[in-house]
């Protein structure tokens, strides 16, 4: 795994644009040699004139292109980014790279090369659900004018796909009644329209307790390995707040507001797992209100903050269970099956964003499938898909009106592992499976898991055509038949039944 990556220009036996680069690389989150999908996209600028040099000339200089190369299997990503490449950035697809004219340059310092970096990162990230790794520039030319650009983004598995920041409109703020929590003065005197702010002790304390009170060890499909950490256990005992910021938007207040005021207030409330603890945040609720979670990466997390959520385009990349909306959890549990480490902002740590949403009067099913309009049609704020009453999983919300939504809180987060760091009700035995683990049956005829390491090496073989596999499980020796499905102890004889995974 291509871990950081940096270049310099050297004078090298007379060439002053000679480049070295320097590629550190550790092993992959698999451990057992499985080449994971990287993309490297190069930008350049082009070749200027002497024009350049006038600070008074803007010029599209000749020779631009993107040029993309894929290590190991990035199909899919190659296709949605030339359609990115082609119809967004105008790019004409030549042997080797995309021609465009899209990069901008006046004097010897300014260009707009980082506008376009942050476009593809955008498209990258929140768009294809791939990690940015690393970015590094190299100037080139008699004064550094010529820019080249290389960006090395990673594929860590399928995810939900992230809801698009969506941007507001600030010019119908009349009428407005500001939180009375609010602290921010230049928000509060209209110099600005928003502004993230450091919760205080008080909330800070309240969002622990919203995500200890609403936390359950309970494993689902959803669940990916945390192959960063040495642990056998598949979910954590807790999860433990390091920073929180609250939203002081007024636009997004305004329109959450407007939506609240066309609620019946005198229905029936719905009960919703988040409002167990945390009482000093949650008695600033209203009728129908919720707080609700949304797990993600901390980049997102403050991009949704300032600017909201899309439901344009959620689940077009990775299919939704219920319907087409923005998903989110009443248990932290659930929320934290997608979290993510961005290794950016808060390298090692995760993001969920705790919002304020009208729950209301939802439309609550057991089974998939699209209920987006069944709930519209029978005047129902929301769609439940209860998993947990079918399965005994989780509760999913899914609303498809952005403006029931307020994304109020981002809490980074660290997943505690140790039972002998959290207090004594969280440890909790887990329950429920993520199938994601070769299992043998047991003595008392249930099924157990195989350990990590042995259970990762099972599935590459597996995936290999190798059926046949020696494992080591503490001071035993086994025979694994994966064909047979079959474990048998070197030593004493002993054969148990094996079972795959449900998740390959």
Known sequence: QLFTCSQGTVNLQGQPDAREQQIVFRPGMSGHGVVEPHLLIELFTGEASQLELDEGVTEICGGQHVR????????????????????????????GEYACNVFLSRGVAENNLGQWTMRVCDFMVDRLGWSFVVCNVCNLGDYGQRREQQLIFRYDGERREMPIAKSVSTSTLGGIDMPEYWTSQEVLNAEVSSKIVSCDMDETLALQQMLDGSFQRRLTRDRAFETTVKTEEEMPYRLEVVHAFRSEHTSLWFRYSNRLKRYDADQEPFEVKSQAAGIHINSRLGPGEAYLFHGTNPSSSQSIL???????????????????????????????????????????????????????????????????????????????????????????????????????????????????????????????????????RLQNGGWGNVPRAPSLLMSTAYKSGNMQVTVTIGDHTYAMDLDNLTQTNVSSGTTRKLRKPMVM
């Open 68 to 95: 993309v190369r894929p290590i190991g299997s990035c199909s899919e990503a190659i296709t949605a980014l030339h359609t990115f490449l082609v119809d967004y950035l105008g790019g004409e697809q030549m042997e």
């Open 306 to 440: 300032r600017t909201g959520f899309a439901t344009l385009h959620a689940g077009k990349t990775t299919g939704t269970m219920f319907g087409a909306g923005i998903y989110l959890a009443e248990c932290s549990s659930k929320a934290d099956e997608y979290g993510r480490d961005d290794r950016a902002t808060y390298p090692g740590l995760l993001a969920v964003l705790v919002c304020r949403c009208l729950v209301g009067q939802p439309f609550v099913t057991t089974e998939p499938g699209d209920y987006v309009e069944d709930a519209r049609s029978t005047n129902k704020d929301c769609v439940v898909g209860d998993r947990e009453a079918k399965v005994g999983t989780y509760r999913e919300f899914i609303i498809s009106d952005e403006t029931q939504i307020y994304p109020e809180y981002t809490v980074i987060y660290r997943r505690q592992y140790d039972a002998d760091q959290v207090p004594l009700p969280m440890r909790q035995k887990v329950t429920g499976t993520s199938g994601r683990f070769w299992q043998v």
